[in-house]
């Protein structure tokens, strides 16, 4: 009986954590959505109570005002073509190299490899100002080349192509060549479709990678139209009048894409964290 | 004819080999212009007086740079600041995900809530969030109000030099905790609930179990989770950026926002690359020496 009442202690005490860690958790961005559908004066007003996270007004100004005074829609859409194209071209160009590294006869096939896995240290900090003079150079600045081209070769990505194709079995290979099959063809036909664990992991990672992309795009991509949504919520933040309620309301907008994305993707997404750690 | 057909052999070869250079050239070429060029690009320049608006003024100047970096007072506070944000949240950051992973690592439909809470805010993005607290640490903010209902007065939370980098660390811990979290519960999963039903048997407690089952049983984990949130803790930028512009009074300014403010803002590109060169060098360091670490101690 005695052991029983102390189990029951220990069961209500981690009930109790985990729901006050919940609340510190979720409480920030329950405040964010809610608010963002406040009048201003409201926000402020409820914020000494928990009416601060009871939505009241579902006011929908601070939406019309935020994209008034920022182009947060033309700046989601930047965001997405760039990251799309950064995710499609990086998936070609990736699985190919990997491809080529795992079941190809490429010379230096191995020392290429690790070269590539030793470049996964290289800090991108440290070779932002000679990558920008590069993409000056080619007369990028500007131009969603600048925000495209340079990412999409990945170390990392190319090695998890090659280590998932090297489980391939040769022979199923060998197969495909004996019915006449050309190595690109093999590739397409019979290496592609049972790969979509890999490449659905791989556009996740990259597309969460680059959607919060700040650096880079703020050096390069300041002009309007080519501007991202993590930079145009940076002009919507400090240029003043700082409106509590719109600008959260570009915050709750601008996180609606990725929102998306995550739902579609987050057995990969979780997966791809779970197995990353697991191999140590 | 056994010449001709060695020929056709060594061209079939020798094509077989051009297929796979055709995959895996692309690749190389992207990564030579984009990573290992600009490399070896600020390692060049880090010898080099070089500013961007003169580049016809470029000369070399040995290891000028590194000695005024490193005498450098600013150099020292950004390193300073950057290590204390990296020694305080790594080990802040991790103990927490693995915490919250103990506390739902356990199959159920309320823990599966739980879980979705913890990882909300990994969804959002790093300016998103700065934003977002930038509110809720200002004086009249969220935080200040909750806490004036306990009777704490109003916190200074990113307005005073002690404590806008504690509040940094401990919103970016909110922040990427849900993802580490998800990494411990796989590592859980791994270990065999018969090491614990042993354990229980020789009569330890809860806590013993942790010390003598848990941490051995994650040690891989652990080591990966400290390497990656000690390698992007380095890298701190948009937080303060966002947040504070790197003060008051610089107690926020990080190696990073040096690089980023030496090169794009006075243009000096050899001083900036000698910094981004240190940089790189720490981190290869710091993350080599975490690995050994982890490695050699047996629990």
Known sequence: ?280 | MIHKIQHRFHIAKYQKSLLGIMFVLPAICLLFTFLILPAIMAGKYSFYNYSILKPENMNFIGLTNYTDVLQSKAFWKTMTNTFYFVVVVVPFQSSLALLMAILINKKSRITNVFRIGFFSPVITSIVVISILWTFMYAKEGLINNFLSIFGIPNQPFLTSEKQAMNSIIFMSAWQASGYFMMIFLAGLKEIPETLYEAAAIDGANKFKQFIHVTVPGLRNVIKFVVVVTTIHAFKLFQQPFIMTGGGPNGSTQTVVQMIYKEGFQYRNAGYSSTIAILFFIVIAAVSTLIQKLIKDRSY
């Open chain 1, 1 to 280: 009986m005695k052991k029983l009442n102390k189990r029951h202690i220990i069961d209500i005490g981690s009930l109790i954590l985990r729901t006050l860690f919940f609340l510190v958790f979720i409480a920030p961005l329950l405040w964010l959505v809610v608010s963002s559908f406040k009048q201003e004066m409201n926000i402020f007003k409820d914020m000494g109570s928990l009416s601060a996270f009871i939505p009241k007004d579902l006011f929908l100004g601070n939406y019309t005002k935020a994209f008034q005074r920022a182009d947060l829609i033309k700046y989601v859409m930047n965001s997405m073509f760039y990251v799309f194209l950064i995710t499609l071209f990086g998936m070609i160009v990736n699985s190919l190299c990997g491809y080529g590294l795992a079941k190809l006869k490429v010379p230096y096939s191995k020392q290429i490899l690790k070269f590539i896995i030793a470049l996964i240290i290289i800090p991108f900090e440290t070779i932002i100002l000679p990558l920008f003079l590069i993409v000056n150079n080619f007369g990028w600045v500007n131009s969603f080349q600048a925000l495209i081209v340079p990412f999409i070769a990945n170390c990392f990505n190319i090695y998890l192509f090659k280590q998932f194709f090297s489980g391939i079995p040769d022979e199923f290979l060998e197969a495909a060549r004996v019915d006449g099959a050309s190595d690109l063809r093999t590739f397409l036909q019979i290496v592609l479709p049972q790969s979509t664990t890999v490449f659905a992991t791989v556009f996740i990672l990259t597309f969460v990678a680059h959607w919060g992309d700040f650096m880079w795009p703020l050096i390069v991509a300041s002009d309007d139209s080519v501007r991202t949504i993590q930079v145009g919520l940076q002009f919507l933040f400090t240029n003043p009048p700082q409106l509590y309620g719109v600008i959260l309301a570009g915050l709750t907008f601008s996180t609606i894409p990725l929102a998306i994305i995550f739902l579609m993707f987050q057995k990969y997404y979780v997966q791809s964290a779970a197995s990353s750690g697991l191999k140590g």
